[in-house]
């Protein structure tokens, strides 16, 4: 504080530059105790976000690879069928990927809002509508049945979007 | 349609379509993507795809006014043009002054940018994407979405920019703008003999322009 307030003698413009840096080092210096400390699950809070968020992606990956078959003219079954089937197996845990503490208020970069610990029981019902859909979506895919693959990712998108409207950060 | 010996054609009817077409489109465009309409924002910007398509194409062959290549040498003007307007002594221009034509270019290629970062884009959680985002992997498609949003607030800000100097003209420097765009007339007497180029409506290079873009929607409506 005392080198901030040295430097605020220098012309405006600097000084504001300077009092802005300042303000940043003390914003995060107590944060990054949070992110390091280590969870019930053995994973520091930033191993937990970045992990949670690589699972995501995977997810959206195989999403991807869903939609653009269903558009394409000629679909290819196979490329839908491997990613309908990682789905589950992706999310298959989900629950376990936002324990108390890995939110904003931790000092890691993440979209994950507050309210997701302020109504866990709500956030868990959501993740399990996921699953479900994501079973079907799966099950859709094996019998090969472009339209029901379709109706089916429909609603298993409706469901990361419900989750998505009320709980991640709105970008 | 009868020509008015007192007015002259400024701006051709494509020109004008256009424009007005894309003040209707680009709140539109920003609407259903804020509120998630994906499917009115895919088709809805695939049609200005088309628009911008047409216009770019509509530079290098249309009406007089429309064309790049004229108003690239009115940019040689733009110091003294602005030194006119400085002392309030400025004419108008036919077509676009050496200002306008900055500002049109800024606006084409920011709008020319949206349009094709946003055929490869693909949304966070990979669900919705752009017709041609099969081509690109999910990250490549994120990193196209991140500069249709940026570009946007880009575009956003052309916008603003190209209002009010419209609003400029028309309140400071009591020159009307905005009914030539509509009507694509002005008085003749604006404007001295020398200053007029031919500008005449060229329906055979038209129906080109207008084939090649829609081809070109089609192309990318049915890829895949």
Known sequence: MKRCKTKLILPALAGLTLLTACEQTAETAPNSGAANAELPNGLTVKEQVEARQGQLKKMGKAFKTISDQLKAGSPDLAQIQAAAAAVPKEAATMIDWFPEGTGPESGVETEALPVIWENKADFNLKVAALQDAAALLDSAAQTGDIAAIGAAFKTTGGTCKACHDKYRLDD | ???????????????????????????????????????????????????????????????????FVPMLRRVGMLKSYIGKLRAREHGPTFGHSPLAVLGVFALLAALATQVTTGLFSVDIDGLESGPLAIMVSFETGRQFAEIHELNFNLLATLIGLHITAIAIYHFVLKEKLVRPMVTGLRSRSDFSAEQLPENRSRPIPMIAAAILSLASVMVILNFG
């Open chain 2, 1 to 67: 349609m009868m020509a008015d010996p007192a007015r002259i054609l400024v701006w051709d009817w494509a020109v004008r379509l256009v424009h007005w077409l894309m003040v209707i489109l680009v709140p539109l465009l920003w609407w259903t993507a804020e509120e998630g309409y994906m499917d009115w924002h895919r088709s809805l910007g695939l049609t200005m795809f088309g628009l911008v398509l047409f216009r770019l194409i509509w530079g290098l062959i249309g009406s007089w006014t429309a064309r």
